[in-house]
């Protein structure tokens, strides 16, 4: 077994931790809750994906752990309709893709869109929250031809939902 030397640059290699976020945006340890609201909050503002790595991340302060996630590492917190940004789970904002939307495989009566295509050209899935996928369902109307979604001033065929 060859040592580590402490002149290589990077951080060690990631490898799981036991820390799961889970599609409903529970966080678990070794199948234990998370339950102080403060570190919930600070994994959720934490949560990076590492492209090179193809690897979601939790970093808080100095500490970075591997995370392993359910179904999204990122969730819409809230709709803008009139801009067509949505607020995520990190702290950051992104465009709605309308074409993006879709439903999740894990359970039919949630709503997914992709985001952080800055980051990774095919971008991440982000799972609505209850109270965002309503926000969003206000801009939804029935056209001729399905329905549509009125979004940043322009009006978007919805994909079949």
């Given at each position: 077994?060859?040592a ?5 640059p ?5 490898r799981?931790l036991?820390?799961v ?29 590492l492209?090179a790595?193809?690897?979601?991340v ?5 500490f970075r752990?591997?995370?392993d996630?359910?179904?999204?590492g990122?969730?819409?917190r ?12 990190d ?17 039919a ?27 969003l ?16 001033g322009?009006v978007h065929?919805?994909p079949?939902?």
């Amino acid at each position: 077994m060859r040592a580590r030397s402490l002149s290589q640059p990077g951080p060690p290699p990631l490898r799981s931790l036991g820390l799961v976020l889970h599609r409903d945006g529970r966080f678990t340890h070794e199948g234990q809750a998370i339950a102080n609201r403060r570190l919930r909050t600070a994994f959720e503002r934490g949560v990076r994906f590492l492209p090179a790595e193809g690897k979601y991340v939790v970093q808080v302060g100095h500490f970075r752990g591997q995370l392993d996630v359910e179904e999204c590492g990122f969730f819409v917190r809230g709709v803008d309709l009139a801009s067509g940004i949505v607020a995520l789970s990190d702290g950051s904002r992104d465009r709605l893709d309308p074409a993006s939307l879709r439903r999740s495989a894990l359970d039919a009566d949630a709503l997914l869109c992709t985001v952080k295509r800055d980051l990774v050209t095919h971008g991440l899935p982000a799972r609505f929250t209850h109270s965002a996928q309503a926000e969003l369902l206000l801009g939804v109307e029935e056209g001729a031809g399905g329905l549509l979604l009125h979004v940043a001033g322009a009006v978007h065929d919805l994909p079949t939902l």
